[in-house]
């Protein structure tokens, strides 16, 4: 057994021990630390995965960090609250543990929230971009060095690296609730520096319509793990180039405006969220 494998499923027996007799969630949720759930999930448990040791490196990420025993309805959830960032300084292979970790819980599915920048002159601050496919410009991915088989295998099909299954069943959703379906390709970026206009024009030329930090590892450690992903966005600020320099606002004001749309957007993705988890 590699020590990959060794170190996660050291994690899952540490967090079966939490979990009810028979406890099986077959879908999981990923949402940062400041997104507020809608009226309709029932929390019944809360783990600190800091607590959890040899996972990655408290020193560089020392926010609070939450795996969430929640329930919609007859349908059990597991849901990661808060998320491992590579800008932060924890490694690859941290953030995909726990992804791994999920897949020997049960997961089978999972619906991944990031706010994203905007890249498509067409889509609006506060609306939300449902995601079909990416662009990987991070430089690393958490596949890179010894493969475990049992894992998955070498070079994972990234072909429908968004489920077109959960997607159409998503986008249903939206349309039934005549919500405006944003399709998107997400460009994943290292971060934490904003962009230049130059990035930003060829961001857009490459054929991405969102950027953010976060998705992309999780996305493909999960097909890894044959598991289905589905990501949504909520887009907070503009990344149009030459619009860019036009904004002369201050940092503060930046960050109150980005706080809105994060907040405008969560309402809109809230009212079709519970929806969206059964639909699956």
Do not use: W
């Not at 960090?65 to 960032?85: D, E």
């Not at 543990?97 to 067409?122: A, C, M, Q, W």
């Not at 206009?197 to 030329?205: G, P, V």
């Not at 991405?208 to 044959?226: F, M, Q, R, W």
């Amino acid at each position: 057994m590699t020590e990959q494998r060794k170190k996660i499923f050291e994690t899952v027996v540490h967090l079966k021990k939490h979990l009810p007799q028979n406890y099986r969630a077959k879908l999981a949720l990923i949402i940062e630390d400041n997104y507020k759930l809608p009226d309709g999930f029932k929390i019944y448990k809360k783990i600190n995965l800091k607590d959890i040791p040899s996972t990655y490196d408290k020193t560089a990420f020392d926010k609070l960090f939450f795996l969430l025993l929640a329930k919609v309805g007859s349908t059990n959830i597991l849901i990661l609250k808060c998320r491992l960032h590579y800008f932060d300084g924890v490694e690859m292979r941290d953030i995909a543990h726990f992804i791994y970790t999920l897949k020997y819980l049960g997961v089978e599915k999972i619906i991944s929230v990031d706010e994203v920048g905007n890249l498509n002159p067409r889509f609006k601050l506060g609306d939300v971009a449902l995601v079909y496919d990416h662009i990987n410009l991070m430089g690393d991915n958490p596949l890179i060095g010894e493969n475990d088989a049992e894992l998955g295998i070498r070079f994972p099909d990234m072909s429908n690296a968004y489920d077109t299954g959960l997607f159409e069943k998503a986008s249903k959703v939206f349309l039934d609730n005549k919500i405006k379906i944003n399709e998107s390709v997400y460009l994943g970026i290292i971060g934490p520096e904003s962009e230049t206009e130059a990035e930003a024009r060829f961001y857009r030329d490459i054929g991405s319509d969102v950027l953010g930090y976060s998705i992309i590892p999780e996305n493909i450690t999960a097909v890894h793990a044959k598991m289905k992903f589905l990501a949504i966005g909520l887009i907070t600020r503009d990344l149009i180039a030459d619009k860019m320099k036009e904004d002369k606002s201050s940092e503060k004001e930046k960050e109150i405006k980005r706080n809105k749309y994060f907040k405008k957007a969560v309402g809109t993705l809230n009212k079709i969220l519970i929806k969206i988890i059964k639909s699956l």
